[in-house]
């Protein structure tokens, strides 16, 4: 039966056409923006995922801030404790020099209390950003360690937590005060300030090794969480990204399909115009 009132060929090419369009305008919006899901309404579990590790990678490179921030305190402590170190070993060699009953000892006392002022001054100009971890006040807040913000953990669906590693200061003001070694007047004076010297060593080799530790396992965690990061965007991009080169081809397929439509769409409409014949 044929009808002037339904057309239901020009109804099915019209749906035919429009799923086209808007097949077509979904591959168009991916090419432009270079995903498949860049809406909630495009796969809302999809993109509910990828807005959460978005969120972690923001928090990954707050991370990476505070590390790189940490590791140029810590080294910059580690310099000087390394430098005290070698300060130390100039006295050293300075006490050893004074045990000789020909030593000319008011020389070489003015070069021990040189030294002494270098080390004070090293030990108070070893901070980084306010924060001096030779010294026993490390902030000026009477904190005693540096904390440093080191990764950002999610397990399930429980909100992250935020872990940290604390380098506690190796407090030379206290613990190598080069203004107690004994003034060397003589060859026994000299024998004592060398043993204090020796001691004074030991605490600056043992300042400096965990210092330089702390600084590499901040150096390790700060590449650590870089890798982390790049990974996660992977992900991400694996979730969300679309496959350029399917979506050129797609979008040839469509806009074919399109031409082809709009052609059948218009063969549909003239149907009605036959019926005409028939009251010839």
């Known amino acids: 039966m044929s009808s002037i009132n339904t057309n239901n060929s020009a109804m099915v090419a019209l749906q035919t056409l429009k799923s086209i369009n ?3 305008g979904q591959t168009q919006n991916a090419i432009a923006t270079g995903k498949d899901i860049s809406s909630a309404k495009d796969n809302s579990a999809i993109w509910a995922i990828s ?12 991370v990476s801030d505070s590390l790189s921030l ?8 580690s310099a000087g404790a390394e430098e005290i170190v070698e300060t130390l070993k ?6 050893i020099s ?13 070069d021990m209390d040189e030294k002494v002022a270098q080390i004070t001054a090293i030990t108070g100009g070893s901070q980084f950003n306010g924060v001096n971890l030779l010294a026993t006040d490390a902030d000026g807040n009477g904190g005693t360690s540096l904390t440093v913000v080191s990764s950002l953990d999610r397990i399930g669906a429980a909100s992250p937590t935020v872990s940290t590693i604390d380098v506690a200061t190796v407090d030379f003001e206290a613990n190598l005060d080069a203004t107690t ?15 204090e010297i020796e001691a004074f060593m030991t605490v600056a080799i043992d300042g400096a090794a965990e210092l330089g530790a702390s600084a590499q396992r901040i150096s390790d965690q700060g590449e650590f969480v870089s890798k982390l990061s790049d990974a996660v965007k992977s992900g991400i991009g694996s979730l969300v990204d679309a496959d350029m080169e399917a979506a050129s081809a797609k979008l040839q397929a469509l806009q ?17 115009q036959t019926i005409l014949s028939l009251f010839r």
């Open 22 to 24: 808007s097949d077509l």
């Open 51 to 62: 807005k959460v590790m978005e969120s972690d990678v923001a928090g990954y490179e707050a």
């Open 70 to 77: 940490g590791e140029s305190t810590v080294a910059v402590a």
């Open 90 to 95: 100039e006295m050293k060699q300075l006490a």
């Open 98 to 110: 004074g045990q000789s009953e020909t030593a000319d000892f008011t020389k070489i006392q003015a």
């Open 181 to 195: 070694i004994t003034a060397i007047t003589d060859a026994t004076t000299a024998a004592t300030a060398f043993g």
């Open 256 to 272: 074919t399909q399109q031409q082809l439509g709009v052609q059948a769409l218009s063969i549909a409409n003239q149907a009605p």
